[in-house]
Each structure stands twice: as C-alpha cells, then as structure tokens.
C-alpha cells in the first residue's frame, strides 16, 4: 500500500517553491520532509498555469505525473492547489487519481474563502441561503475538498466548520478527517536556555502588527520581519526590530522569553478576519517558538489555547492588555517550569511528531473502518 504526496515546483534552479512568502514555502517543505520520514514518498510534478489547455494534452500530462500509481495506494496532496494550476486541472487530477483506485487525502494548508468572507451565519433564510450556496470562494472549495477520501486539518474547529458549510451547500464531506494540531517545524535547536525578563517576540509582518505599539512602553518587544518605508514600529521605544530571518534560521535568532501568536487589526481585541481565522488555524509562528524552546502567548479563543494550558506551555489571553500583568506576575519558578514544559514537547514539534500522526491517523481511517484514533 505505497503512499505519496505531490510536490510541485515552477523552477529548475535550487530552492523550494514559495520559500520567500512568509511561511509558505517553510510549512510546505516540514510537512513534506516529516511525511518521507515514515515512508510517504514524492512525486514531483511542474507547476504551471494554462487555463484552457486541451483535454488530451493534461490527460497525457498527468498520466505522466501519476503513472505509477496502483489500486489502493494513497495519494496525499497539498490544499489550496497552487493558483498556478487550472480549475480543470485541479478537477482531472482528482478524477484521474480515483481512476486509478488509489484514495485522496487533502493536507489542508488554509481555507482560503474563510480569510476573505464573513464566518458562517448562525440562521439563514431560504433567500439567503440560496445567495449563500452561490458564493463562489464558498462553492469552490467544498466541491473539491468533498472529493476526497481523507483529510488532514488544524483543529477540531477548522473540522467542524467544515462539515457545517458541507451541509449548507448539500455536499457530502468524507467523514475521515485528522487532526494536526501543534503542527511541526523542522530545525536543529542549540541556543542557551532563555530566561524571564528577555522580552516579547513576534515574528510575522509588521504592517500586521500595529498592535505591539500600543502595548506599554516599557514592555520589551523584538520583533522580527521585513521592514518597509510604511512600517510605523520603529517610532516606540518599546519595540526593538530585527531584519527578516530565513525560516530555517529564525528559531536561533528569537531572543525573547515569550513568542507571541496574535492577529488582529485593533488592541486589544482580537479583530478583523484574518483574527477571527485564528480560531479554526495552526498559524506557522505556533510550532515555530515551540521548536525554539520558547513558551508562547496565544488567544483563549485559538483551538491551541487548551494544548498550552494543558501543557504549561505558556499564557493564554482574552486580550492584548492582558498581557503585561500576566508576564510581571511570574516570578522565576514559574517560568522554569514553563521551560521544562516546552522542552517536553519542544523535540516533538521539531520531529514532526503531530503531523506525522495525522498522516497515520488518515491512513487508519481509510483503510481500517475500526481505526479510532488516540
């Protein structure tokens, strides 16, 4: 029962497709790496964009790309396709690899509908139902995703939505769906033990992060990433930028006691739609201070706030102004505690334990109709 994962690159030269945007390329790579580790293999296509390229020509490419494949084999591929690839042949690849008899398993990067539209309303009218099951972004995703006979997914949150949007456009979804979690992210880790008093990290994009000025002035932050003749951060006192760090070396650079995981358009609530995101995801910055040994603040509303807390991995939050009391209020006990928590779990993250469990949950459910994941 060979299993494989579909990489797909635009380029000859070196590097990793998408390494330069933000996290993609970076989280792409892990979960690809973490799946060859347990025997998940490739097969590497070109990535390429040709709308109305003709039937027999993607017919024959992808026989090329998926000849080998075999009746039960498992096919793992990353979701959204590249948006250099056609709806057609985002469509041919999944009929062809189930004329193969082999079964699909989405590995689900984002929703990419839920960060640009409105949540799911509570009630809905037959109007508006109607004008709902005709939203595109909407439509789209659950006609492809419901295609596939496994997927892997954030959080229990992001699957439950799921199968709620499922039910609203009337479009059965596989009911063997894993959960990956904390995520993964691939490093070797060798920096000095961190101590209480380092300050807040934040790694992301600062025009994002107008927030961390509105934190006290005396409250230590490093923050981490491009800045820009737009960036407005580098007139407080409280914030100490850093240039932007490639993703395999930014664990060792985090100088902080605390790595903040934080989207929000205002302070200190949590708003704006990519904020709101934030309760279905695994955001990159997550498994990214973990693998630093670095405890993390994080919303109470993220599906991750009951794995810190059950761990003691960190603080979780309501809101930003939460924040500086929680950190004075530790004294070195507590944090040395929190630092032994991490380092727990800390080797997990960076060997892909979750990810790999998902992969082999998924597996269990497809092939093993008893299979309860633990």
């Given at each position: 029962?060979?299993?494989?994962?579909?990489?797909?690159?635009?380029?000859?030269e070196h590097g990793y497709p998408a390494w330069d945007i933000g996290a993609v390329g970076k989280c792409h790579h892990d979960r690809?790496?973490?799946?060859?580790?347990?025997?998940?293999?490739?097969?590497?296509?070109?990535?390429?964009?040709?709308?109305?390229?003709?039937?027999?020509?993607?017919?024959?490419?992808?026989?090329?790309?998926?000849?080998?494949?075999?009746?039960?084999?498992?096919?793992?591929?990353?979701?959204?396709?590249?948006?250099?690839?056609?709806?057609?042949?985002?469509?041919?690849?999944?009929?062809?690899?189930?004329?193969?008899?082999?079964?699909?398993?989405?590995?689900?990067?984002?929703?990419?509908?839920?960060?640009?539209?409105?949540?799911?309303?509570?009630?809905?009218?037959?109007?508006?139902?109607?004008?709902?099951?005709?939203?595109?972004?909407?439509?789209?995703?659950?006609?492809?995703?419901?295609?596939?006979?496994?997927?892997?997914?954030?959080?229990?949150?992001?699957?439950?939505?799921?199968?709620?949007?499922?039910?609203?456009?009337?479009?059965?979804?596989?009911?063997?769906?894993?959960?990956?979690?904390?995520?993964?992210?691939?490093?070797?880790?060798?920096?000095?033990?961190?101590?209480?008093?380092?300050?807040?990290?934040?790694?992301?994009?600062?025009?994002?992060?107008?927030?961390?000025?509105?934190?006290?002035?005396?409250?230590?932050?490093?923050?981490?990433?491009?800045?820009?003749d737009q960036l407005k951060l580098r007139d407080h006192a409280n914030v100490t930028l850093y240039p932007h760090a490639d993703p395999?070396?930014?664990?060792?650079?985090?100088?902080?006691?605390?790595?903040?995981?934080?989207?929000?358009?205002?302070?200190?609530q949590v708003t704006g739609r990519l904020g709101e995101y934030e309760q279905y995801n695994t955001p990159a910055k997550f498994p990214?201070?973990?693998?630093?040994?670095?405890?993390?603040?994080?919303?109470?509303?993220?599906?991750?706030?009951?794995?810190?807390?059950?761990?003691?991995?960190?603080?979780?939050?309501?809101?930003?102004?939460?924040?500086?009391?929680?950190?004075?209020?530790?004294?070195?006990?507590?944090?040395?505690?929190?630092?032994?928590?991490?380092?727990?779990?800390?080797?997990?993250?960076?060997?892909?334990?979750?990810?790999?469990?998902?992969?082999?949950?998924?597996?269990?459910?497809?092939?093993?109709?008893?299979?309860?994941?633990?």
């Amino acid at each position: 029962m060979p299993a494989y994962l579909i990489h797909l690159n635009n380029t000859s030269e070196h590097g990793y497709p998408a390494w330069d945007i933000g996290a993609v390329g970076k989280c792409h790579h892990d979960r690809e790496l973490f799946a060859q580790q347990i025997g998940i293999n490739l097969i590497k296509g070109f990535r390429y964009r040709w709308d109305d390229e003709p039937h027999d020509v993607l017919s024959a490419r992808l026989d090329g790309l998926l000849g080998g494949l075999k009746k039960d084999d498992l096919v793992f591929v990353h979701w959204p396709f590249s948006s250099f690839q056609s709806q057609n042949w985002c469509q041919m690849l999944i009929d062809r690899i189930h004329q193969f008899g082999a079964s699909l398993i989405f590995i689900i990067d984002d929703i990419a509908s839920w960060r640009d539209l409105p949540a799911l309303p509570a009630t809905l009218t037959a109007a508006e139902l109607a004008s709902y099951r005709q939203t595109m972004p909407y439509t789209l995703e659950i006609h492809f995703l419901s295609q596939a006979d496994g997927l892997i997914v954030h959080s229990e949150n992001m699957a439950t939505r799921l199968q709620q949007q499922a039910q609203l456009t009337k479009t059965p979804l596989t009911p063997n769906i894993a959960i990956y979690g904390p995520s993964g992210y691939a490093c070797e880790y060798f920096q000095p033990r961190r101590e209480l008093g380092q300050g807040l990290d934040y790694a992301g994009a600062f025009l994002k992060a107008q927030f961390l000025s509105q934190l006290p002035a005396d409250f230590k932050i490093n923050a981490y990433g491009d800045d820009s003749d737009q960036l407005k951060l580098r007139d407080h006192a409280n914030v100490t930028l850093y240039p932007h760090a490639d993703p395999e070396a930014i664990a060792q650079e985090l100088k902080g006691s605390f790595g903040l995981v934080w989207d929000s358009t205002s302070y200190p609530q949590v708003t704006g739609r990519l904020g709101e995101y934030e309760q279905y995801n695994t955001p990159a910055k997550f498994p990214m201070y973990l693998a630093a040994d670095e405890p993390v603040v994080i919303w109470s509303k993220s599906p991750l706030a009951a794995f810190v807390e059950k761990n003691g991995l960190g603080l979780t939050i309501d809101t930003l102004d939460q924040l500086p009391g929680k950190i004075a209020a530790l004294n070195n006990q507590q944090y040395t505690e929190m630092l032994n928590n991490v380092q727990h779990i800390s080797g997990l993250i960076r060997n892909g334990y979750y990810l790999k469990k998902a992969y082999l949950d998924v597996i269990g459910m497809i092939k093993d109709h008893a299979y309860q994941p633990q």
